[in-house]
Nanobody
Framework: EVQLVESGGGLVQAGGSLRLSCAAS????????IGWFRQAPGKEREGVSC????????YYAGSVKGRFTIAIDNAKNTVYLHLNALKPEDTAVYSC?????????????????WGQGTQVTVSS
Protein backbone atom coordinates (compact mmCIF):
# COMPACT_ATOMS: atom_id res chain seq x y z
CA GLU A 1 0.00 0.00 0.00
CA VAL A 2 1.33 3.42 -0.96
CA GLN A 3 1.42 5.83 1.95
CA LEU A 4 2.90 9.15 2.94
CA VAL A 5 2.96 9.75 6.68
CA GLU A 6 3.79 13.11 8.21
CA SER A 7 5.01 13.58 11.76
CA GLY A 8 6.73 16.15 13.93
CA GLY A 9 4.02 18.75 14.31
CA GLY A 10 3.10 20.28 17.63
CA LEU A 11 2.71 23.42 19.68
CA VAL A 12 5.65 25.81 19.79
CA GLN A 13 6.20 29.39 20.85
CA ALA A 14 6.95 32.09 18.32
CA GLY A 15 10.63 32.04 17.41
CA GLY A 16 10.86 28.31 18.04
CA SER A 17 11.65 25.43 15.71
CA LEU A 18 10.17 22.15 14.58
CA ARG A 19 11.24 19.39 12.23
CA LEU A 20 8.52 17.78 10.14
CA SER A 21 9.03 14.38 8.55
CA CYS A 22 7.34 12.83 5.53
CA ALA A 23 7.97 9.10 5.30
CA ALA A 24 6.99 7.02 2.29
CA SER A 25 5.97 3.38 2.21
CA UNK A 26 5.00 1.26 -0.77
CA UNK A 27 7.25 3.26 -3.11
CA UNK A 28 10.59 5.04 -3.06
CA UNK A 29 11.28 8.71 -3.61
CA UNK A 30 13.57 7.94 -6.58
CA UNK A 31 12.62 10.26 -9.46
CA UNK A 32 9.89 12.00 -7.41
CA UNK A 33 9.31 15.58 -6.45
CA ILE A 34 8.15 15.90 -2.86
CA GLY A 35 6.27 18.97 -1.77
CA TRP A 36 5.15 20.42 1.54
CA PHE A 37 1.87 22.30 1.72
CA ARG A 38 -0.02 24.00 4.50
CA GLN A 39 -3.59 25.02 5.07
CA ALA A 40 -4.81 27.29 7.83
CA PRO A 41 -8.49 27.46 8.84
CA GLY A 42 -10.48 29.51 6.34
CA LYS A 43 -7.53 29.83 3.95
CA GLU A 44 -6.54 28.13 0.72
CA ARG A 45 -3.83 25.52 0.67
CA GLU A 46 -0.39 27.03 0.12
CA GLY A 47 2.66 25.38 -1.39
CA VAL A 48 5.47 25.87 1.11
CA SER A 49 8.46 23.99 -0.27
CA CYS A 50 9.43 21.35 -2.79
CA UNK A 51 12.46 19.18 -3.52
CA UNK A 52 13.00 17.06 -6.62
CA UNK A 53 14.97 13.84 -6.85
CA UNK A 54 14.62 14.11 -10.63
CA UNK A 55 16.74 17.22 -11.11
CA UNK A 56 17.78 18.34 -7.63
CA UNK A 57 15.73 21.53 -7.77
CA UNK A 58 14.15 23.10 -4.72
CA TYR A 59 11.48 25.71 -4.12
CA TYR A 60 10.45 27.85 -1.17
CA ALA A 61 7.48 30.14 -0.89
CA GLY A 62 8.44 33.73 -0.23
CA SER A 63 6.76 33.65 3.16
CA VAL A 64 9.13 30.93 4.44
CA LYS A 65 12.33 31.55 2.47
CA GLY A 66 15.26 31.86 4.83
CA ARG A 67 13.36 30.25 7.72
CA PHE A 68 12.38 26.80 6.40
CA THR A 69 14.74 24.20 4.92
CA ILE A 70 13.77 21.09 2.98
CA ALA A 71 15.99 18.02 2.87
CA ILE A 72 15.70 14.44 1.64
CA ASP A 73 17.21 11.28 3.11
CA ASN A 74 16.92 8.70 0.34
CA ALA A 75 18.27 5.93 2.57
CA LYS A 76 15.33 6.46 4.92
CA ASN A 77 12.86 7.36 2.14
CA THR A 78 11.99 10.44 4.18
CA VAL A 79 11.79 14.15 3.44
CA TYR A 80 12.26 16.66 6.23
CA LEU A 81 11.07 20.22 6.56
CA HIS A 82 12.98 22.22 9.16
CA LEU A 83 10.88 25.10 10.45
CA ASN A 84 12.84 27.85 12.18
CA ALA A 85 11.94 31.30 13.50
CA LEU A 86 8.31 30.27 13.57
CA LYS A 87 5.58 32.89 13.55
CA PRO A 88 1.94 32.63 14.60
CA GLU A 89 0.99 32.96 10.94
CA ASP A 90 2.78 29.66 10.26
CA THR A 91 0.01 27.88 12.17
CA ALA A 92 -1.60 25.36 9.82
CA VAL A 93 -1.96 21.71 8.94
CA TYR A 94 1.17 20.74 7.02
CA SER A 95 0.91 17.97 4.42
CA CYS A 96 3.39 16.36 2.07
CA UNK A 97 2.79 15.10 -1.45
CA UNK A 98 4.76 13.25 -4.12
CA UNK A 99 4.77 13.70 -7.90
CA UNK A 100 6.58 11.25 -10.19
CA UNK A 101 9.26 12.61 -12.46
CA UNK A 102 8.62 16.26 -11.75
CA UNK A 103 10.87 19.23 -11.17
CA UNK A 104 10.46 21.84 -8.47
CA UNK A 105 11.60 24.66 -10.76
CA UNK A 106 7.89 25.10 -11.30
CA UNK A 107 5.82 23.61 -8.51
CA UNK A 108 3.77 20.74 -9.99
CA UNK A 109 0.07 21.34 -10.32
CA UNK A 110 -0.77 17.64 -9.94
CA UNK A 111 0.48 15.30 -7.26
CA UNK A 112 0.27 11.53 -7.24
CA UNK A 113 0.17 10.84 -3.50
CA TRP A 114 -0.79 12.86 -0.43
CA GLY A 115 -0.31 12.40 3.27
CA GLN A 116 -2.90 13.13 5.96
CA GLY A 117 -1.11 16.08 7.49
CA THR A 118 0.33 17.15 10.83
CA GLN A 119 -0.78 20.16 12.87
CA VAL A 120 1.66 22.97 13.60
CA THR A 121 0.52 25.59 16.09
CA VAL A 122 2.66 28.62 16.90
CA SER A 123 1.69 30.65 19.94
CA SER A 124 2.54 34.34 20.29
Amino acid sequence: EVQLVESGGGLVQAGGSLRLSCAASGFTFDDYAIGWFRQAPGKEREGVSCISNSDGSTYYAGSVKGRFTIAIDNAKNTVYLHLNALKPEDTAVYSCAAALGRSCRVVPARWDYWGQGTQVTVSS
